[in-house]
């Protein structure tokens, strides 16, 4: 072969190649192109969300770009059975150049190839506007997700340690701990239960289940707490009425009282209930001013206990609160007198909903309610609420007057239903399952 043919032969070849490599980019790009674009809309979406959460960012660009990879491989998968061969492209470039069989004669020997002309047309053109179309939206998505602002209220404070329940119940028995009235035994049970909610992950200490367990512990250790600064305030004022002329019904409110301190749902410490008269005769053995002073050690104790009840109800400083960095000013109306006043460091954004007026306003004399100790549904089952003793006070002098001798009220009555339960079969079904 000529110098001149091997070059002739060289041109043909390259030319066929670069058509073949043309229609087969093309034919990939018009799949790979909507794939992009759906690739690039869902990671537009979860990339301005991992903004607004203050997520790292870096692992997402590389979940990006696995993500279009796996795509355009794909698309090269499903479109390979379209593409064109070197062979195939020869026959359309000398169809197109009406070289009629002349390369593919000379591919094979047959003939002498072609000379390279002064300039080649072109074969095929490219035509980009829905492909363009394609990759420039997903281009456009990107750039939104990565530079558009985002809202301020996205890094609005958040919640951060501990819920404020879990804070004060640890508070509250820390307190009793260090005042060593109650049992350290039941002191370490609860201690451990709030100790246990702590452990749970930080995105899982303000999900609602864990906001519940935190409320009742809390409410359970502020109940018992309650319950046991009441026991100590019963016995001092048993000790205090025992100076009085009554020492009999002193003794025993002194021991109810004591029962009630063993077998609440916080016990008193032993050590406490020991150094305690337990009975009538060691009550009488104090003197007058021993039985005083006990009292009002009692009394300081039963003070101290209600104080440390009364930390379930509030909130810790800080407790719960985000980092905020917000910073505004508030919009002031009238005169200094009734006005509204800036929002400092943190606020903002507007004045309050309701104003101050100088003017008191008449809210009557109102009525007094008593405080509900606590709501049973948030105890859990087994959990002990306390017991209390008592002794039926009777007077064996008393004069009894004439009784009757059980006469009938009313006339008998029977054989009625008095409720009746309309059960469907497999209600019916379970109970018989369960009672059997």
């Known amino acids: ?114 000379a390279e002309p002064a300039s080649l047309p072109p074969v095929v053109r490219w035509r980009l506007g829905a492909t363009s179309g394609w990759l420039g939206g997903s281009l456009a998505l990107l750039a939104i997700a990565a530079f558009a602002p985002v809202p301020r209220d996205a890094f609005a404070a958040r919640p951060s340690g501990p819920p404020p329940a879990l804070l004060q119940t640890e508070e509250m028995l820390s307190q009793l701990q260090e005042m060593k009235v109650a049992d350290p035994q039941a002191i370490e049970q609860l201690a451990e239960r709030a100790a246990e909610l702590a452990r749970r992950p930080a995105e899982q200490q303000y999900s609602h289940s864990a906001l519940e367990a935190a409320d009742a512990l809390r409410n359970q250790v502020a109940v018992s707490a309650a319950n046991l600064g009441r026991g100590l305030e019963s016995a001092s004022n048993a000790m205090q009425a025992a100076n009085g002329p009554d020492m009999k019904g002193a003794a025993g409110q002194l021991a109810a009282a004591l029962s009630g301190l063993r077998d609440g749902g916080m016990p008193a410490n032993k050590d406490l209930l020991s150094n305690l008269p337990g009975s009538e005769v060691d009550l009488k053995n104090l003197t007058a001013a021993q039985r005083a002073q006990l009292a009002q050690q009692l009394a300081n104790l039963a003070a101290g206990v209600n104080g440390a009840a009364g930390a379930g109800v509030q909130i810790a400083p800080g407790a719960g609160q985000g980092q905020g960095n917000g910073r505004g000013q508030g919009r002031g109306r009238g005169s200094p007198g009734d006005g509204w006043g800036s929002g400092g460091e943190g606020g903002g954004g507007g004045g309050p909903p309701l104003g101050l007026n100088k003017d008191s306003s008449d809210a009557g004399d109102g009525r007094s309610e008593a405080l509900k100790t606590g709501d049973l549904k948030n105890f859990a089952l087994g959990d002990k609420l306390g017991t209390s003793a008592g002794a039926h006070e009777t007077d064996p002098n008393a004069a009894a007057g004439p009784m009757s001798a059980g006469a009938v009220a009313t006339p008998a009555a029977g054989g009625e239903a008095v409720w009746v339960n309309r059960l469907t079969p497999t209600e019916r079904a379970a109970l018989k399952k369960f009672f059997k």
């Open 1 to 114: 072969m000529t110098p001149h043919a091997a070059t002739s032969r060289r041109f043909w070849e390259t030319r066929a190649s670069a058509l073949a490599w043309r229609i087969n980019v093309a034919a990939w790009l018009a799949r790979a192109a909507p794939a992009t674009f759906f690739v690039s809309s869902a990671f537009a979406v979860g990339f301005y969300a991992l903004r607004r959460g203050q997520n790292a960012l870096g692992p997402a660009w590389l979940a990006l770009l696995g993500a279009v990879l796996l795509a355009a491989l794909g698309c090269w998968w499903r479109s390979r059975r379209s593409f064109f061969a070197a062979d195939e492209a020869r026959v359309l470039l000398e169809a197109h150049l009406r070289l009629d069989t002349r390369l593919t004669a000379a591919a094979l020997g047959i003939t002498h190839w072609p």
